[in-house]
């Protein structure tokens, strides 16, 4: 891929601080239609999505079960997830498929699910960190913390870092997160109170959206440093603005944004999940790690996030998170 990323020094990135665009698999088509490379590299893959019942989850794990990958994903409502573990065993071809319910946002469920997966991989090839929430007004979730922090955050952190184990097991092996442009937003976070409930409406919930965003992107360019020798890489991406899940909570959101799906403004999830598939399968992108992907036109003309390099940030955040989540 032509063009630079933001350098964290961790793997094969590019040379100066800007964001590159993150062009679309070249031969890949829809996230639906496998190219024949991605089916070549991706047959007899373990993958682990999360949020994959609608939206960019749902059409990332449409192209790794179209590519021939055994899936398990990771969703929160048993109906819906039933109804799509039908939809992606009757499009593999001739790979497994299963579902595990577990609402991240509570440390307890996570942990459970994370021992479920032991029982069915033998390995891990490709996780893709997808779910996510954005909600108006502030909930506690069970554990204490500001949910939105809790789902988008924490209860990825945790998954991410319980699954270890299985990511060696099937090194190379590569860490997506599904983040955003809003990270750029942040003028401040203390790692101390990052995760404490606060108050705030529709406007204030921008901010602490944009902060699981910014903490997500922190987390990988940390894993790229912890983890470079396991042979593990994480890379995280803004889709752009997408039409998916997240809208259901904005009044008018779902109809607004699929009237936009029109335009050349927002895209479509499956034309979002095209940028996950790429860096969950592109041997171009084997040895990336620490980098953060836009998909955004213009990316590379922004100024770079102010917290985005700070190495003690990073650094603080992760012990941060370690001991919110019973890991320290």
């Not at 007004?137 to 299985?166: E, K």
């Not at 606060?198 to 959206?209: A, D, E, K």
């Not at 699981?212 to 987390?219: D, G, R, T, Y």
Request: glycine share 10%.
């Amino acid at each position: 891929m032509s063009g630079t990323t933001e350098d964290t020094g961790h793997g094969r990135t590019g040379d100066t601080a800007h964001t590159p665009a993150l062009e679309a698999p070249g031969a890949g088509g829809p996230a639906g239609q496998e190219s024949p490379d991605r089916e070549r590299l991706m047959r007899g893959k373990y993958c682990v999505v999360t949020g994959a019942t609608s939206g960019i989850g749902k059409e990332t794990a449409r192209g790794l079960v179209t590519a021939g990958a055994h899936l398990l994903f990771i969703c929160r409502d048993r109906a819906r997830g039933e109804a799509t573990l039908a939809e992606l065993r009757h499009e593999s071809r001739g790979s497994s498929v299963w579902m595990l319910l577990a609402d991240l946002s509570a440390l307890r469920d996570v942990r459970r699910v994370a021992e479920e997966v032991y029982r069915f991989l033998p390995r891990l090839d490709v996780l893709v960190n997808n779910a996510g929430t954005h909600d108006l007004y502030p909930r506690v979730s069970a554990d204490g913390f500001d949910a939105m922090i809790a789902t988008n955050h924490l209860g990825p952190f945790l998954l991410t870092n319980l699954l270890a184990d299985l990511l060696e097991r099937g090194a190379p092996s590569r860490i997506v997160m599904v983040a955003s442009e809003s990270h750029r937003s942040v003028l401040h976070i203390d790692p101390r109170t990052f995760a404490e409930p606060g108050s705030y409406g529709p406007i204030g919930s921008l901010s602490v959206y944009a902060r699981s965003k910014l903490l997500n992107v922190l987390v990988t360019q940390e894993i790229a440093r912890r983890w470079n020798t396991h042979g593990i890489t994480a890379n995280a991406f803004c889709p752009g603005l997408v039409s998916t899940g997240l809208a259901r909570n904005i009044p008018m959101g779902t109809r607004l944004f699929s009237l936009a799906e029109r335009t050349p403004f927002v895209r479509s999830a499956r034309q979002g999940a095209k940028h996950a598939l790429r860096l969950a399968t592109d041997p171009q992108y084997a040895d990336r790690s620490g980098g953060f992907y836009s998909t955004t036109p213009a990316a590379a003309l922004l100024p770079p996030a102010p917290h985005r390099f700070r190495t003690g940030l990073q650094h603080a955040v992760w012990e941060r998170s370690e001991e919110l989540v019973g890991l320290a």
